[in-house]
């Protein structure tokens, strides 16, 4: 678990973030490539792909916000810092802010003010009214991302007068390589991780992490037992659900751009293929999943997103199949709407 590749405090740069650029540049290189063998106007495609950003991130950043679970964290940082106390990482209580200051650079988010220092004392964020907005530290739902990147890719294409779809099935090889950069970035960051995993595959997080915080209220006497066991506090092994996503959308990816790509006989199919794939992946994956995130009753927030998604991926693939459609083309000619 590594939240913070360099630096620290407010100049740190955060892994999940770091990931989800990386992703991004490498998505936008691959869709430029794409729209150059097409005949599309590279500088609108490369402007289209940085409004999709900008949308992408601030969609994320409000689900993440409303729907994560976190709201009352965030109020409280503006309203209450004290009611987020949290002691170190450990579970000891702190004796000074130097000893909350230190934990913090080591990517634990518990705050840097040690309230009440002594047996009792507790490390208490700073207030902080604007944290929701603050995207980079980390929380971000990818649904959320999608569907504003999707409302801003229809309304932009509309304008310039592109096909959506077309546009799209450029764009659907990106996305797919994007997840698994942001998965890999949320592997580092120690989020999305899953339930508790008594086979090979589990992984254990570091005292302080998410993982640990939430297994200190309910499961304190197998931590207990496997610190005895192994000598080190560390979270129950788990699922890493953040690669089982990662793993399955890279698969995705080779699907869509050395299978698909030369082959795609109309518009709209590597988006279908792209919308039914990771529908069903993510409902599968959020089985495992055991973090702080919304639910609905039988599923979870993402789980009652994703049906959708398969739905309209299905509806692309039969529909659009049904229609003959010539071989992909630059958008119209001429002056395009600004």
């Known amino acids: 678990m590594y939240p913070v590749l360099l630096g620290e405090g407010e100049w740190a740069l955060p ?40 949308a992408g991130v601030a969609g994320a950043r409000l689900f993440h916000v409303l729907f994560d679970g976190y709201l009352m964290d965030y109020v409280h940082l503006c309203t209450d810092p004290l009611a987020l106390a949290q002691p170190l990482p450990d579970g000891t209580s ?29 490390c208490v ?14 929380g971000l739902t990818y649904y959320g991302g999608f569907l504003l990147a999707l409302l801003a890719a229809w309304w932009t294409t509309r304008r310039w007068r592109w096909s959506l779809l077309h546009f799209a099935d450029l764009a659907a090889p990106s996305v797919a390589l994007g997840l698994v950069f942001g ?23 570091p005292v302080g992490s998410d993982a640990w915080r939430l297994h200190r209220e309910s499961e304190r006497e197998a931590l207990v037992a496997q610190y005895q066991a192994t000598g080190e506090w560390s979270s129950l092994p788990v699922h890493p659900t953040q690669l ?24 709209g199919e590597s988006l279908g293929w792209l919308l039914l794939s ?13 973090d702080m995130r919304g639910a609905l009753w039988l599923f979870s927030t993402s789980q009652w997103l994703s049906l959708p998604l398969v ?28």
């Open 15 to 54: 892994s999940y973030f770091t990931m989800l650029m990386v992703g991004f540049f490498v998505g936008v290189a691959l869709l430029r490539r794409q729209a150059m063998q097409a005949g599309w106007d590279l500088r609108k495609v490369v402007d289209l792909a940085l409004i999709l950003l900008v």
């Open 183 to 205: 998965r890999l970035g949320c592997f580092l960051a120690g989020c999305c991780f899953g339930a508790p995993c008594a086979g090979r595959c589990g992984v254990t997080f």
């Open 94 to 122: 702190c004796t000074s802010d130097a000893m909350c200051l230190a934990a913090q650079g080591q990517g634990h988010d518990i705050g840097a003010i040690c309230h009440d220092a002594g047996p009792q004392g507790r």
């Open 311 to 338: 739905v309209l991926g299905l509806w692309l693939l039969l529909r659009q199949g049904r229609v003959a459609v010539a071989p992909l083309a630059s958008p119209p000619s001429g002056r395009q709407e600004t």
């Open 278 to 290: 990771y529908g069903v992946i993510r409902f599968v994956v959020e089985w495992w999943r055991a």
């Open 244 to 267: 089982y996503e990662a793993g399955a959308m890279l698969l995705v990816f080779v699907g869509l751009w050395f299978w698909l790509r030369p082959r795609r006989r109309f518009h």
């Open 125 to 138: 964020p700073e207030r902080d009214c604007l944290r929701a907005l603050k995207f980079w530290s980390g």
